[in-house]
């Protein structure tokens, strides 16, 4: 098995906080430790705020997500490695001799690798993720919003939110130095296709332009800049690797506050009464404006 290295574990650990209770930044805080929320009683991140909330979330489903770790997808895993080798930093990877997962042997390996907190990847797997991070240090501008020399990797930030109380948390592909003028805030996305239609698709699927509110107040409110542009670099899964970045705009930012501010005000209050309802009563289930349309218009 053929691995890349990350910075000394050793080392890292002297420094890494166990709870976290002031608002900051916390630089070396290892991701596991900032999904499991070092907050005492709980802190809110944007991941989370999506299972709070309609149309999907509630409550009930917030809190049996907060409880419950699920198993990592593959998708997500390939996304993994490809930030850890832009970004020049996150968990290791490690090269499994394979030519797929079907084999017992291939299996093992692998959940070996994600018990040792490192990510598993196939040899065709290893080759894309190492090509695409040449093709970003390859880019004049992804390279550029990247560059170690502009901000740190991997942030976790931690602030409170001033109508609720409610401690917020995001962690930050890559957090620019303080600066008294306006920050380029850019987040990477890997993606499979790269065009204005398939990425404006992907940050209303992922709401991506809640985290980009989320990252934007959190760099506000503890004094990093007084204005913040949040960038989107995505990047295709298939050769040549295409690269596209987006400035998401005011009112899709403004939209996604509009609906963060809802699910903070959601939290604090299932918070305060310790009580986390899902659907209660019984609601009307119309018919979707297509199908009413179509009856209509006698089509069907």
């Given at each position: 098995?053929?691995?890349?290295t990350?910075?000394?574990a050793a ?22 430790d ?9 802190s ?5 705020a ?29 996304g993994t ?70 901000g ?8 409170r ?17 303080p ?16 065009d204005?239609v398939?990425?404006?698709k ?20 503890l ?13 295709e ?25 809802a ?7 299932c ?5 986390w309802?899902?659907w209660?009563?019984?609601d ?17």
């Amino acid at each position: 098995m053929t691995a890349t290295t990350d910075a000394p574990a050793a080392f890292l650990a002297a420094r890494r906080p166990t709870t976290i209770s002031e608002p900051g930044v916390y630089p070396d805080l290892r991701f596991e430790d900032y999904v499991r929320d070092p907050v005492p009683g709980g802190s809110l991140s944007n991941s989370e705020a999506k299972h709070l909330m309609p149309p999907e979330g509630c409550p009930a489903r917030f809190r049996w997500e907060k409880d419950h770790k699920k198993p990592t997808k593959r998708g997500f895993e390939i996304g993994t490695a490809a930030h850890a080798l832009v970004l020049g930093t996150g968990p290791e990877l490690v090269e499994i001799p394979a030519d797929n997962w079907r084999t017992d042997k291939a299996k093992q390996q692998a959940e070996d690798v994600r018990a040792d907190g490192m990510v598993p990847l196939l040899p065709h797997e290893y080759r894309m993720v190492m090509d695409m991070a040449a093709a970003l240090r390859a880019h004049p501008v992804a390279s550029a919003l990247f560059s170690p020399d502009r901000g740190d990797a991997e942030q976790s930030m931690f602030w409170r939110d001033g109508p609720t109380g409610v401690m917020r948390r995001a962690r930050l592909d890559h957090l620019p130095f303080p600066t008294d003028s306006r920050m380029l805030l850019v987040d990477y996305k890997t993606c499979v296709k790269a065009d204005e239609v398939s990425c404006a698709k992907a940050v209303l699927n992922y709401r991506y332009h809640h985290q980009g509110a989320t990252y934007t107040d959190g760099v506000i409110a503890l004094g990093h800049a007084a204005e913040v542009a949040y960038l989107v670099c995505f990047q295709e899964k298939q050769a040549p690797y295409l690269i596209h970045i987006f400035e998401v705009d005011a009112m899709f930012l403004a939209i996604a506050r509009d609906q963060n501010r809802a699910a903070l005000e959601t939290y604090a209050k299932c918070v305060s009464e310790d009580r986390w309802p899902a659907w209660e009563g019984i609601d009307l289930l119309g018919a979707p404006v297509w199908l009413e349309n179509q009856y209509l218009r006698g089509e069907l």
